[in-house]
């Protein structure tokens, strides 16, 4: 589904992502794990496609495409969701109007029928009671207001409504107290699906006793060092990224 | 200062001849007329001197000649598409090029209290009552504003009798009509609320997109103690049109003005408002917005004054730009010595969708009374990349994602407009302007 060869990218002439490469197949959960400045929200930027990041060298195909030449709401049509680390505040842009707007774009890019306001808003009423959202969050402006756990909250409520196929959470547990984390967590594991896959970025490891990834990667300066299973992410809770920089290091030396 | 006399004026001259025959109006009005005439041949056009005028030059209007009106104006037939949805059925004034449309307005169902009448008749009528208002100019007055007492022969007479609260909205709509040549018309309104009164004004200018003019239109506003009038402005005219628009506004004590202004349309689109909180605890709020593009240039200068003690002005304006468009806001709060307790505050926010596009705001405050809270506060900026690459993501084209951004932009100056659908009605225009100014 999503394959990255050897990616390099810089922002404001900065390279941070140095030679990446990462394989995720429908289905699977991946975590990318790291220290602060390793790379981790380039990633998720990069594969949505934000502006001022420069690729550099490698390549991304996302289902055989070239997913780096896709303008951002292309990706978004063709499945790909990041959920931000700092959701943005839209003063003015109505909550409703904006999943609408977002739903009815992906799926008229993909060639399905709209759906019109009365579908529409039985659609996004039922994922609002779901997701134990609270109900005024239609009314509101999208993010304003919103508290650094409903925000993040947000984020995994418009992934549910927009059913993405690959979904790339970027530090989506910080902040979090641990009622809003388990309720993030909830609402990723009732996407979790065969033909669904999961990027999950995280500093800690805290997130990962509640939604089980397949493999856990560890990103240091721009590379992924380390691969493993779950177990992974425990070891690096009890020894810290120091561990794994040592350990790349001696590989890098041997 | 004796300015050049400009084709402009020249013309201008040419137009007041006809006026000027004995017998056309009391002999104070002829007098005052002529007075005008001269001042205004004296002074000429604001040039960018003039600090209000700074940054909208009237060089080219002023090689310009105008005919007087246009003369089937009275006759001609308009295209009904043209007359605004929100007023059918509503007390309603209509002109046309500049004319008085009986046929087109709806005066007959009048609420007891209200007086709708165009200034002709008002002068036939009754002219004493007006002699005040149109029979002496101020050194306030500008070349328009004087070539308005000189030349205007019509325009809206409105006053509300005290404690009157009319419950249904009063359209004025003035309508452009291409006309085959450089058409100018003066209209010259005034709007009287006594005592306790209370009425919604709804201001339309609409037109035919070739119709080329100017429109000179001056705005006597006067609210007694107590009175409210809210008063919304939705101007849509022509590409070609030239509006440009004088209101003088004096509050009393308690009384309250609650302005909104969206500003789409014309070639030129310029809005001076003086409002003068003369009274203890009056209450001034203006919101509006414009949004321009090709080569509109909106100029926009929001006076307030405050006079009366504990007076508050609060007024937020949002500004568009794409283009080649230039946009002018200028919101100026004076509160003079005896006005302790004012409140006063000026807010404006400005976005350029263009390299070629420019917008200036000025904010200024001058005070000179004490325990005064007076606050302003104006940005230009570019829309927000981080707001758009959040909608982008979501799967949001770039264009819609932009005009998303822009409507959410200007809706803060929509606020309070009403009833509902004169709100919704606003918010559509707004709508379809911008697929022109956010492509």
């Known amino acids: 589904m999503l394959k990255i060869e050897n990616l390099h990218a810089r922002i404001a002439g900065k390279e941070i992502l140095k030679g990446l490469s990462l394989e995720v197949n429908p289905g699977e959960v991946h975590a990318i794990m790291g220290p602060n400045g390793a790379g981790k929200s380039t990633l998720g930027n990069v594969l949505a496609g934000r502006p001022g990041y420069e690729v550099t060298a490698g390549s991304v195909s996302y289902d055989g495409r070239d997913l780096l030449t896709l303008e951002p709401e292309v990706r978004a049509a063709a499945g790909v969701f990041l959920a931000f680390q700092y959701p943005v505040e839209i003063p003015g842009v109505n909550n409703t109007y904006f999943l609408r707007a977002a739903l009815n774009a992906q799926r008229k890019a993909r060639g399905e029928e709209e759906l019109d306001s009365m579908q529409f808003l039985k659609l996004v009423r039922g994922k609002v009671k779901d997701m134990g959202m609270p109900p005024d969050l239609l009314n509101r402006a999208v993010n304003e207001g919103f508290s650094g756990g409903e925000k993040k909250r947000n984020e995994v409520f418009q992934m549910a409504l927009l059913e993405p196929r690959l979904a790339v959470l970027d530090e989506t547990d910080s902040g979090l107290d641990i009622d809003a984390l388990k309720q993030v967590a909830d609402g990723v594991n009732a996407l979790r699906s065969p033909d669904r896959a999961f990027v999950v970025i995280t500093h800690y490891q805290r997130l990962l006793d509640y939604i089980v990834p397949d493999f856990v990667h560890v990103l240091s300066a721009g590379r992924i060092v380390e691969s493993g299973d779950a177990t992974l992410a425990r070891e690096l809770e009890a020894h810290g990224y120091a561990w794994v920089r040592e350990q790349a290091h001696a590989e890098a030396q041997a | ?439």
């Open chain 2, 1 to 439: 200062m004796n300015a050049a006399v400009t084709p402009f004026v020249e013309s201008m001259q040419a137009a007041a001849a006809p006026l000027q025959l004995p017998g056309s109006g009391p002999a104070w009005l002829d007098d005052a007329r002529r007075t005008a005439l001269q001042a205004f041949v004296e002074r000429g056009l604001p040039d960018t001197r003039n600090e209000l005028w700074k940054y909208t030059s009237l060089r080219a209007l002023g090689q310009r000649r105008h005919t007087a009106g246009n003369p089937d104006a009275a006759r001609r037939e308009v295209p009904l598409d043209l007359l605004p949805a929100t007023s059918a059925g509503a007390m309603r004034i209509v002109f046309v090029n500049g004319a008085f449309r009986a046929d087109l307005s709806a005066l007959d169902a009048l609420p007891g209290g209200v007086t709708l009448q165009p200034l002709s008749l008002a002068l036939l009528e009754q002219p004493e009552p007006l002699r005040f208002l149109l029979g002496a100019y101020t050194n306030e007055d500008d070349g328009f504003t004087l070539l308005n007492r000189a030349l205007a022969a019509d325009g809206v007479v409105l006053r509300i009798a005290a404690g009157v609260r009319v419950a249904d909205p009063i359209h004025v709509v003035y309508i452009g009509l291409a006309s085959g040549s450089m058409a100018a018309w003066h209209l010259r309104s005034l709007v009287e609320l006594g005592a306790g009164a209370s009425v919604n004004l709804v201001e339309h200018h609409v037109g035919q997109p070739d119709a080329g003019h100017l429109a000179n239109l001056v705005h006597d506003v006067t609210l007694r103690d107590h009175a409210r009038l809210g008063w919304t402005v939705v101007q849509t005219a022509g590409a070609e049109a030239n509006l440009v628009r004088r209101s003088d506004c004096r509050l009393g004590d308690d009384a309250e003005l609650d302005f909104h202004a969206l500003e789409l349309g014309g070639k030129l689109a310029r809005h001076e408002l003086r409002v003068d909180l003369t009274g203890a605890r009056a209450r001034f709020t203006s919101r509006g917005a414009f949004v321009l593009h090709g080569r509109q240039h909106a100029d926009t200068e929001v006076l307030v004054t405050h006079r009366g003690r504990d007076s508050v002005s609060d007024s937020l304006w949002r500004g568009v730009a794409d283009g080649r468009a230039r946009g002018v806001m200028h919101g100026r709060i004076l509160v003079l010595q005896g006005a302790d307790g004012a409140d006063g505050g000026f807010y404006n926010k400005n976005l350029l969708l263009s390299s070629d596009a420019e917008i200036d705001t000025r904010p200024a405050l001058e005070i000179y009374a004490d325990e005064v809270k007076a606050n302003h506060g104006a940005t230009v900026g570019q829309l927000d990349d981080t707001m758009l690459f959040y909608l982008r993501s979501r799967g949001i084209p770039l264009d819609i994602a932009r005009r998303m951004l822009v409507r959410a932009f200007c809706t803060v100056a929509m606020e309070g407009i009403a009833p509902a659908p004169l709100r919704e009605h606003c918010d559509t225009l707004l709508s379809s302007q911008l697929p022109e100014v956010a492509a």
